[in-house]
């Protein structure tokens, strides 16, 4: 072992054992101060004290409890990256310098105070993205200070086994791939891992573009893309305190299930959980008196090849009919009327409607009109001051004997301007119920199937894509009230959102950065997926970043879910790790044969899944497969996240997951859905099966 590297790890080892006693010390130490303070504080105030001094003492505890806690968490950190302190070391020589800089690359920084030497470098920091580059040579890097030129002279990759270093190489791309081939190898697991240190160039790019830019990153499946948007919503987080501000990012996700998948992620990258949402909780919040169809039961419907369910979706996602909506509201005419007391004008309609066409139309009707609501008020007011002594003559005169004329024209003046107010906030429909049915008459005419539409949502109990417009019409006319005003929002899968959800959601957060996430040919139904790359760019003011590297299956895995693919999208790159040959098995007994599979599997395969169309169909696969397979988990909407080896999933909640062994038993029912064919077969990590009955 090189007796340099040995020194300098022992060394990183030695500073950590010294900051883990020191701040396990400074632990322990603010939490005796805590309980000292609170028993010297019931000593000397027996019987209760003033106010204040309480409310102090429980401010300066909660800020000692939060100190101590930090140090345990970053304790905890130092524990875990005392077997690992680093991955990786670059040299450089910055132009201008004589003297190679070494700089050890790990999971986060390791400063030592009393020298000033910072001996580890967090992979996020800007010095560590050349570590990334993956090749010696001309290289630079975006610093706080500017773009800053020199050299690699060397890349340096560690792997470690009990504390030691148990090889290194000088590496050039081909080491990193032998790296990440060993790593792809292994059993998957039911939490997502970071991938800090295989992360690959083009990842790289992505994950530390502009935080002020929006971004869509498109790939194939198994390129990285959720990797790529945790790892680039922990660099987000790093590089917002580095420039003192407070992280604010929210994630929208499928499922609850996506949700635990990838909640590991952040945590073990020293990050906080990120806020997480999906679409139903924005349909709950905002339209709390509808039962709504989930979004699962959609896609399960059109699936199922549900013609009037696709004849219903295509009604209300028809592009012709969005802009026909969006139009019709956002160039909405309100119904102004002349302001007027005591039959003098105040306003007459016309100046009313100038000031509101004054107003930028980008702006929500809602608000629009709360600001001309402000500014009626306002010319109101001024207008009963100038004339406050005709007014209050006037009102004398026809104020009978002994009642107060001043509190009489007070309650006038109160009364008239609510009603004026309210004349003007009225003076256009926001009733999402009241617009969908006035639009659909208006556009496609009335039929049966657009009462049948306007029958649900008079009941409130409607489907997916009828919420999806109600909450839509909601948004454009600024009845969506936000709670949480993110900064940057993060959306995977967004080939599964149709275009009115990718509309909702810029509207709804108009100053968001996002970072957008997907894979058209995963979306398995053009009814209610979108299916171009330039809509969801378009919406979003996007740029766009184009992976073309899958890593997460073995070649023959890869190769065979090609040929699910139109040949015009099928080119991608797959990367070269041998594996099994595809599986296909005919048989009468998909059952036992699927049993059967499940046995012979190395006893190293963590996941096992059995992926069918729909969740009814999992549930009953997963009742007759414990027959054979007592450990059997079906997998359904209701299914917090996953827990055993052997799962039966249907295909809406596969998105995302990879499993080390994947079974599609009759595959003969989805021999027209390619598109299902190829989410279904891109799940596995090194065995594919594919049973069938001809």
């Known amino acids: 072992m090189d007796s340099f590297e040995q020194n300098n790890l022992l060394k990183i080892q030695s500073f950590i054992d010294k900051e883990i006693k020191t701040l396990s010390a400074e632990a322990l130490e603010s939490r005796r101060l805590i309980r000292e303070k609170g028993y010297e504080f019931m000593r000397e105030n027996p019987f209760g004290s003033v106010y204040g001094e309480a409310v102090q003492l429980v401010r300066d505890n909660e800020a000692r409890l939060e100190k101590a806690q930090q140090m345990k968490s970053f304790v905890e950190r130092l524990e875990e990256m005392r077997s690992a302190p680093f991955f990786g070391r670059v040299d450089f020589l910055y132009d201008g310098e004589k003297q190679t800089q070494q700089f050890y690359i790990g999971m986060c920084t390791l400063t030592d105070d009393d020298t000033r030497e910072i001996l580890v470098y967090d992979w996020r920091s800007p010095v560590s993205s050349l570590f990334y580059q993956g090749e010696t040579g001309r290289a630079s890097y975006k610093a706080p200070l500017g773009e800053i030129t020199g050299e690699i002279k060397l890349l340096r990759q560690y792997t470690f086994a009990d504390g030691e270093i148990k090889s290194f190489w000088d590496t050039q791309l081909h080491i990193n791939d032998m790296i990440l081939r060993d790593v792809l190898s292994g059993a998957s697991s039911e939490k997502m891992k970071p991938i800090v240190c295989t992360i690959q160039r083009e990842q790289n790019t ?266 839509y019409l909601q948004v454009l006319t600024g009845g969506c009230k936000l709670k949480k005003t993110p900064t940057h929002i993060l959306i995977d899968e967004a080939q599964d959102m149709c275009v009115l959800q990718h509309k909702i959601l810029k509207r709804m957060y108009p100053k968001a950065v996002f970072t957008v996430l997907g894979d058209i040919n995963q979306g398995i139904s053009q009814h209610i997926n979108t299916s171009d790359e330039e809509s969801i760019c378009d919406i979003y003011a996007c740029h766009k970043i184009k992976l073309n590297k899958s890593y997460r299956s073995t070649k023959q895995i890869s190769e065979f879910a090609k040929r699910f693919l139109p040949e015009a999208v099928s080119s991608y790159e797959t990367f070269e790790r041998d594996g099994k040959q595809v599986q296909l098995i005919n048989t009468k007994n998909y059952i036992k044969q699927t049993a059967d599979i499940i046995f012979s599997v190395p006893d190293d395969y963590n996941s096992i899944c059995v992926l069918v169309k729909t969740a009814d169909e999992a549930v009953s696969l997963c009742k007759k497969l414990q027959k054979y397979v007592p450990e059997s988990v079906a997998i359904t909407d209701e299914t917090k996240s996953m827990h055993g080896r052997v799962l039966c999933m249907p295909a809406f909640l596969s998105k995302g997951l990879e499993f080390d062994c994947v079974i599609i038993p009759e595959a003969q029912k989805y021999a027209d859905n390619d598109r299902l064919m190829y989410l279904f077969t891109t799940r596995a990590l090194h065995e594919l099966n594919i049973l069938y009955s001809l």
């Open 206 to 471: 992505a994950i530390r573009f502009d935080t002020n830019t929006s971004l869509a990153v498109f790939g194939p499946a198994g390129c990285g893309k959720t990797s790529i948007g945790m790892h680039r919503a922990a660099w987000l987080m790093y590089d917002m305190r580095s420039s003192g501000y407070t992280p604010s990012i929210l994630m929208f996700t499928a499922n609850e299930v996506f949700s635990s998948y990838i909640s590991s992620v952040l945590p073990e990258l020293g990050e906080a959980q990120l806020d997480t949402c999906a679409f139903y909780e924005l349909m709950s919040l905002y339209l709390p008196d509808f039962t709504v169809e989930s979004a699962m039961k959609q896609c399960e419907a059109v699936l199922c090849g549900n013609e009037k369910r696709k004849e219903n979706i295509s009604l209300l996602y028809s592009p012709d009919f969005i802009s026909f909506i969006e139009e019709k509201i956002c160039n909405a005419e309100p119904h102004f009327r002349d302001v007027a007391f005591f039959g003098k004008t105040v306003l007459s309609a016309g100046e009313i409607s100038r000031r509101f066409s004054a107003l930028p139309d980008y702006v929500s009707i809602k608000s629009r009109l709360e600001t001309i609501a402000d500014w009626v008020k306002e010319s109101i007011d001024s207008y009963m001051l100038v004339n406050r002594k005709e007014l209050l003559s006037t009102v004398l005169h026809t104020t009978e004997t002994g009642d107060s004329y001043t509190q009489r024209y007070k309650n006038l003046k109160e009364n008239f301007l609510n009603k004026t107010i309210q004349m003007v906030l009225n003076s256009v429909e926001k009733n999402p119920v009241v617009l969908i049915k006035n639009a659909l008459y208006e556009f496609y005419g009335e039929n049966e199937q657009t009462k049948a539409v306007v029958r649900r949502v008079h009941l409130k109990t409607v489907f997916f894509e009828e919420a999806l417009m109600l909450l």
